[in-house]
């Protein structure tokens, strides 16, 4: 069992406006299949990092256009499903409007890819429907852009809340054990322990 870490690169964009990002992609699995968190900008470079691998899914922790423009090419390539919480269907339909996610991501859901488990926890704040992907065996926790190292993710745009996303991580990741390795959807990996003074208190 093992996370790969696959840096694409490409635009984000909302309200008007657009920004040059990258962005981390992660693929768990072992040598027989895999499961990719957040398809972003590349389908071919992620599809050669699946190296011939079932995929299980392409789970999207939130719908912003940067960390699903790449899924439905990728979900061609190898027939996996496309995830989503269904709270951001309306930023999908965004960028895919003739084409839904194949399947939802529901709280407390459980994903299993080469016989681990992932545990979905719903992040609302960066946007309503943004969720973590917790993995307890990996001592892991893949949180796309609620939670990065330094702090919570970006609020102030369209679908977002800045008291919301504290709450959520306050009470569901930082709740969790202190060395659980924060896997973001941009930038370096932390932990938990090391992103608790940077969540402010109510």
């Given at each position: 069992?093992?996370?790969q870490?696959?840096?694409?690169?490409g635009?984000?964009?909302?309200?008007?406006?657009t920004?040059d990002?990258?962005?981390?992609?992660w693929?768990?699995g072992d040598?027989?299949?895999?499961?990719?968190?957040?398809?972003a900008?590349?389908?071919?470079?992620?599809?050669?990092?699946?190296?011939?691998r079932?995929?299980?899914?392409?789970?999207?922790?939130?719908?912003?256009d940067?960390?699903i423009?790449?899924?439905?090419e990728l979900a061609e390539l190898?027939?996996?499903?496309?995830?989503?919480?269904?709270?951001?269907?309306?930023?999908w339909?965004?960028?895919?409007?003739?084409r839904k996610p194949?399947g939802?991501?529901?709280?407390?859901q459980?994903?299993?890819?080469a016989?681990i488990?992932?545990?979905?926890?719903h992040?609302?704040?960066h946007?309503?429907?943004?969720?973590s992907?917790?993995?307890?065996?990996?001592?892991?926790?893949?949180?796309?852009?609620?939670?990065?190292?330094?702090?919570?993710?970006?609020?102030g745009?369209?679908?977002?809340?800045?008291?919301?996303?504290?709450?959520?991580i306050?009470?569901?990741?930082?709740t969790?054990p202190?060395?659980?390795?924060?896997?973001?959807g941009?930038?370096?990996?932390?932990?938990?322990?090391?992103?608790?003074?940077?969540?402010?208190t109510p």
């Amino acid at each position: 069992m093992r996370v790969q870490r696959v840096v694409t690169s490409g635009t984000f964009s909302l309200d008007g406006d657009t920004f040059d990002v990258d962005n981390n992609v992660w693929l768990l699995g072992d040598d027989e299949e895999v499961l990719i968190v957040d398809a972003a900008h590349d389908a071919p470079a992620i599809h050669q990092a699946v190296a011939g691998r079932e995929v299980t899914a392409i789970v999207c922790t939130h719908a912003h256009d940067d960390h699903i423009d790449a899924a439905v090419e990728l979900a061609e390539l190898t027939g996996a499903p496309i995830l989503l919480h269904p709270a951001d269907h309306e930023l999908w339909a965004a960028t895919y409007p003739d084409r839904k996610p194949d399947g939802e991501l529901t709280d407390g859901q459980i994903i299993s890819v080469a016989g681990i488990e992932l545990q979905v926890i719903h992040n609302p704040g960066h946007t309503w429907g943004s969720c973590s992907l917790h993995v307890p065996f990996l001592d892991t926790v893949f949180t796309g852009d609620t939670l990065f190292h330094g702090g919570p993710g970006a609020t102030g745009r369209s679908y977002s809340d800045r008291p919301t996303i504290e709450a959520s991580i306050r009470n569901r990741l930082l709740t969790l054990p202190g060395n659980t390795v924060v896997r973001t959807g941009h930038g370096e990996d932390t932990t938990v322990a090391a992103e608790r003074p940077n969540v402010p208190t109510p």
